[in-house]
Nanobody, 128 residues
């Protein structure tokens, strides 16, 4: 069973930056972990933000392209999300997610139902 623990959320003003981190532990199965970030604002469904496969290919939702950067350290089983120029509409609880696949080049799915492991989430609040 994989455990995911997020850190780095907080309260910022519009235009500021935050860096979220997620550490995965307990992964003993075969295959390669795809890791990603989702967010859920109050009253909204959980939505895809960004993901990165083991080979390092990255994927983003359109509204964060050019502002957010996802990266990972395969040796440490960590994934980070650098968020720049934050907007009030970015405010949400951000969840780290992961799933293992046979290929290191798997293209991640954007449907949260397709992901197997989830962290508890870290809140991001952006004041205007």
């Amino acid at each position: 069973q994989v455990q995911l623990v997020e850190s780095g959320g907080g309260l910022v003003q519009a235009g500021d930056s935050l860096r979220l981190s997620c550490a995965a532990s307990g992964y003993t199965s075969g295959g390669y972990l795809v890791m990603g970030w989702f967010r859920q604002a109050l009253g909204n469904e959980r939505e895809f933000v960004a993901a990165i496969n083991y080979a390092g290919s990255t994927y983003y939702r359109d509204s964060v392209k050019g502002r957010f950067t996802i990266s990972r350290d395969n040796a440490k089983n960590t994934v980070d999300l650098q968020m720049n120029n934050l907007k009030p509409e970015d405010a949400a609880v951000y969840h780290c997610a992961a799933r293992n696949f046979a290929s290191m080049r798997t293209i991640p799915q954007r449907d949260p139902e397709a992901w197997r492991y989830w962290g508890q989430g870290t809140p991001v609040t952006v004041s205007s």
